[in-house]
Nanobody, 115 residues
Framework: QVQLVESGGALVQPGGSLRLSCAAS????????MAWYRQAPGKQRELVAAITSGGSTNYADSVKGRFAVSRDNVKNTVYLQMNSLKPEDTAVYYCNTQLGPTVYWGQGTQVTVSS
C-alpha cells in the first residue's frame, strides 16, 4: 500500500516552468513504475510521463522535449519538470503507481497556464 501526495501546481504564464512533486508514503526504490497523468476539463485522463526503477522514461508526444520526469529513491519522491508551458497543458496532474493488482492515485495538483 502507498499514499501519493502531489504538490507544486500553480498559475503560470505561457512559456513558463513548473516542477511538480509526488511524495510517497513508503519507499519507492522497489516500485517498478511511477507515472504522471493529467486530466483537463471535459477530457479523459491521459498519461504524461512515466519512469521505471531503472530510470527509463516515456513521454506523451505532446510533452516530449518540454517535460522531464525523475525520481529520488532516497526522498521517495517523483518529480515532473515542465518547461515551455502552453495553455493546452492546463489540467489537474496526478501521480500514479501500481502495486500488484492495486492502482494508486494521488489527489492531484492544478496547473493553469494562462496570461
Amino acid at each position: 500500500q502507498v499514499q501519493l501526495v502531489e504538490s507544486g501546481g500553480a498559475l503560470v504564464q505561457p512559456g513558463g516552468s513548473l516542477r511538480l512533486s509526488c511524495a510517497a508514503s513508503r519507499s519507492i526504490s522497489s516500485i517498478y513504475l511511477m507515472a504522471w497523468y493529467r486530466q483537463a476539463p471535459g477530457k479523459q485522463r491521459e498519461l504524461v510521463a512515466a519512469i521505471t526503477s531503472g530510470g527509463s522514461t516515456n513521454y506523451a508526444d505532446s510533452v516530449k522535449g518540454r517535460f522531464a520526469v525523475s525520481r529520488d529513491n532516497v526522498k521517495n519522491t517523483v518529480y515532473l519538470q515542465m518547461n515551455s508551458l502552453k495553455p493546452e497543458d492546463t489540467a489537474v496532474y496526478y501521480c500514479n503507481t501500481q502495486l500488484g493488482p492495486t492502482v494508486y492515485w494521488g489527489q492531484g495538483t492544478q496547473v493553469t497556464v494562462s496570461s
